[in-house]
């Protein structure tokens, strides 16, 4: 065999053998990381919380917000994002953008989000949001909203029959839909068992809150919340029920300075961080389940399902509104007992609480003993 015919055929040897090799190499799996379309198996799915000027450690609900999403993480094994607080109005939108570039669920708190949270589903429609407290009919979004006048009457109950001065006071973070529901709720309730101790928070119109029902125009200024309950319990109030979010903190403070009493909101507030130097001065709170609700979120959206696009409403019937677990010793058991009867009342609908001063003008009390 000549040098040009034995080159030739180790050539082509060598081909045949490459041809070989390619028909048999072993198919890799596809992944998200290779482009394919084969889930990756350690995948987490990934949720971060945006708050309103309340913050993270508002003892409130954006607290309760964040536990809901710490016990997705140890119950479910999700990854939770580092919150981002909004100190202003003009962040939510950026911190919602920023917040969704990372998270696979951007959990969103508060009414005054609402517009911003519309905006940056509707162009980040890849990702899935949630938003309490308002309504967001994007088909990548849910909404929560809770019916707190509900909570707030049963709240309103055990204050009118806990007052010594026949003087009860409400003090509101931002007026809007969400907080006249808290004032409403306990207005009505407190007319149930005390009418004399509702006439000055009763509102004077649809538009007017009554005497002693004071706004303080922030979710966070607890110096705002202090100044509002020290001129309510100088004015002889002796119990004030407030939903102020963070600045609600201050009612407390002047609730401890003035020896007087407070009732916490949204968390079991006695029983929190912030909440426990005011224990001996907050008689309960009136819970609402903000956590529970987003968690649900979460374990539904890790189990594969999303009701993106729906709005939920949740009441006593739900269990998601009521009295929290941790009451003060001065509260007697039968006042608790009562507003346990108006829970049932409201739960099998003999009593329709009224959630707007509109609808609490026109309400009819029914005498509960």
Request: charged share 25%.
């Amino acid at each position: 065999m000549n040098k040009k015919r034995l080159i030739a055929t180790i050539a082509s040897v060598a081909l045949v053998a490459t041809i070989f090799t390619g028909c048999t190499k072993k198919e890799e799996p596809k992944t998200p990381a290779t482009g394919g379309d084969k889930p990756a198996a350690t995948a987490k799915v990934k949720v971060g919380l945006v708050t309103d000027q309340g913050g993270v450690n508002d003892a409130s609900f954006n607290q309760s917000a964040n536990e809901g999403i710490k016990k997705a993480v140890t119950d479910l094994g999700i990854q939770q994002i580092n919150s981002i607080e909004s100190k202003t109005q003009d962040v939510y939108e950026p911190n919602l953008k920023t917040m969704a570039t990372t998270a696979d669920l951007v959990v969103g708190c508060g009414f005054m989000m609402e517009t911003s949270m519309k905006n940056v589903s509707a162009q980040t429609t890849d990702k899935k949001f949630l938003i309490v407290d308002g309504v967001v009919p994007n088909k990548n979004t849910i909404s929560v909203l809770f019916k707190e006048h509900e909570g707030s009457f049963l709240a309103g109950v055990i204050a009118g029959k806990m007052t010594k001065t026949n003087k009860i006071g409400f003090v509101g973070g931002k007026e809007g839909e969400v907080i006249n529901r808290f004032e409403s709720g306990f207005v009505a309730g407190v007319m149930s068992v005390n009418p004399e101790a509702g006439k000055l928070l009763m509102p004077k119109d649809a538009k007017t809150p009554g005497v002693n029902a004071k706004y303080v125009d922030s979710f966070d200024d607890s110096g705002k919340g202090y100044e509002a309950a020290k001129a309510l319990y100088n004015g002889g109030v002796d119990i004030i029920y407030h939903a102020a979010g963070g600045a609600g903190l201050g009612v407390f403070k002047a609730a401890k300075d003035m020896n007087k009493f407070a009732i916490g909101v949204d968390s079991d507030q006695a029983a929190t961080e912030n909440g426990k130097a005011y224990k001996d001065q907050i008689l309960f709170s009136m819970e609402k389940k903000v956590g529970v609700a987003v968690y649900d979120v979460i374990k539904n959206l890790k189990d594969g399902k999303f009701d993106g696009g729906t709005t939920k409403n949740l009441g006593i019937k739900e269990g998601a509104v009521g009295i929290a677990p941790t009451i003060h010793k001065s509260v007697d058991k039968a006042f608790v007992d009562l507003s346990k009867k108006a829970e049932t009342d409201i739960k099998d609908g003999k009593i329709v609480v009224p959630g707007t001063r509109d609808e609490l003008l026109k309400f009819k009390a029914p005498e509960l003993k």
